[in-house]
Nanobody
Framework: QVQLVESGGGLVQPGGSLRLSCAASGTIFRINAMGWYRQAPGKQRELVARITSGGSTNYADSVKGRFTISRDNAKNTVYLQMNSLKPEDTAVYYC??????????????WGQGTQVTVSS
């Protein structure tokens, strides 16, 4: 059993910053990649940022230069530093982990989601 626990969402004014955290726990053999997705009301879930075990990253064009993803391998934790937030960043943010629970058992797991609201 694997759990992803997210924290750090909330209400922030435009131009402000937030830092999201997601910790993976349970039967983990190897984490291949972790990432953040978001879903705004009436829209599809979209990739925000992703980081592999080797440290390679990719970002949605809409957040490049404003958001930074990082990870602490020892803690099985991924972070998303969000700066210069805009109202259009308002969404529920979901943590995702691509991991192995055994040598051959590779699965994707999702967190419960954390609300980020950017409003004055």
């Amino acid at each position: 059993q694997v759990q992803l626990v997210e924290s750090g969402g909330g209400l922030v004014q435009p131009g402000g910053s937030l830092r999201l955290s997601c910790a993976a726990s349970g039967t983990i053999f190897r984490i291949n990649a972790m990432g953040w997705y978001r879903q705004a009301p009436g829209k599809q879930r979209e990739l925000v940022a992703r980081i592999t075990s080797g440290g390679s990253t990719n970002y949605a064009d809409s957040v490049k230069g404003r958001f930074t993803i990082s990870r602490d391998n020892a803690k099985n934790t991924v972070y998303l530093q969000m700066n210069s937030l805009k109202p259009e960043d308002t969404a529920v943010y979901y943590c995702n982990a691509d991991l192995n629970v055994s040598e051959r058992g590779r699965y994707a797991y999702w967190g419960q989601g954390t609300q980020v609201t950017v409003s004055s």
